[in-house]
């Protein structure tokens, strides 16, 4: 079983849909939670970081820990065709070494 | 510019042939790592690195090495490529680890390596 599992798509929405992307993950130790943003040909960007369980919003993104049912979502609202890309769910402990990711979910926002 | 610069962007070679690809990062970070990224497998760490001197094996270390002799470089040795090598890889750094908001890795834009 994989320490990560997230679906790898491809998502397709309109214009100003409401897109949610989750994770799910087996490692309990796990406490920090990031979303990073991949477009073609660049490196992935840090998008969203939180420590911990809770919500935490950034405009029109927000993060959600589930540490319960060790599940984590990113919620995109009115997604924009600039929002195409993929994205990446990464997770590390809190004495860790290293990010584990996500195989990244693949998001076409159409216009 | 805050950056992670990684050399070359594309590269072809043949099996056998020892490359290596470079990284260089400007914000005095003390970790450093590589990725590769394959299709359906995502982001799987090679070697990782703490400081100067101080390396280590990530998942996916075989057929590979590093070195960290000074703080900014990290390169990527492959000494005996093989086709299983083909993939995209990205140079990472960050302040450090072990603590909230130093664990943030900043990614170079990646090199995208062919082996034949």
């Known amino acids: 079983q994989k320490e990560v599992e997230q679906d790898p798509g491809p998502l397709s929405v309109p214009e100003g849909a409401i897109v949610s992307l989750n994770c799910t993950y087996s490692n309990s130790a796990f406490q920090y939670f990031m979303w990073y943003r991949q477009y073609s040909r660049k490196g992935p960007e840090l998008l969203m970081y939180t420590y911990s369980s809770g919500n935490k919003e950034d405009g029109r993104f927000t993060a959600q820990v589930d540490k319960s049912s060790k599940y984590i979502s990113l919620f995109i609202r009115d997604s924009q065709p600039s929002d195409s890309a993929t994205y990446l769910c990464?997770?590390?402990?809190?004495?860790?070494?290293?990010?584990?990711f996500g195989a990244g979910t693949i998001l076409r926002v159409k216009s | 510019e805050a950056q992670v610069t990684q050399n070359p962007r594309y590269l072809i070679t043949v099996t056998g042939k020892k490359l290596t690809v470079t990284c260089s990062q400007n914000?005095?970070?003390?970790?450093m790592s590589w990725y590769r990224q394959d299709p359906g497998l995502g982001l799987r760490q090679i070697y990782y690195s703490m400081n100067v001197e101080v390396t280590d094996k990530g998942d996916v270390p075989e057929g590979y090495k590093v070195s960290r002799k000074e703080k900014r470089n990290f390169p990527l040795i492959l000494e005996s490529p093989s086709p299983n090598q083909t993939s995209l890889y990205f140079c990472?750094?960050?302040?450090?680890?072990?603590?909230?908001?130093?664990?943030?890795?900043?990614f170079g834009a990646g090199s995208r390596l062919t082996v034949l």
């Open positions: 990472a750094s960050s302040l450090g680890w072990g603590r909230s908001g130093a664990n943030v890795l900043t």
């Open positions: 914000m005095n970070h003390e970790y």
């Open positions: 990464a997770i590390d402990e809190e004495y860790g070494n290293k990010l584990v």
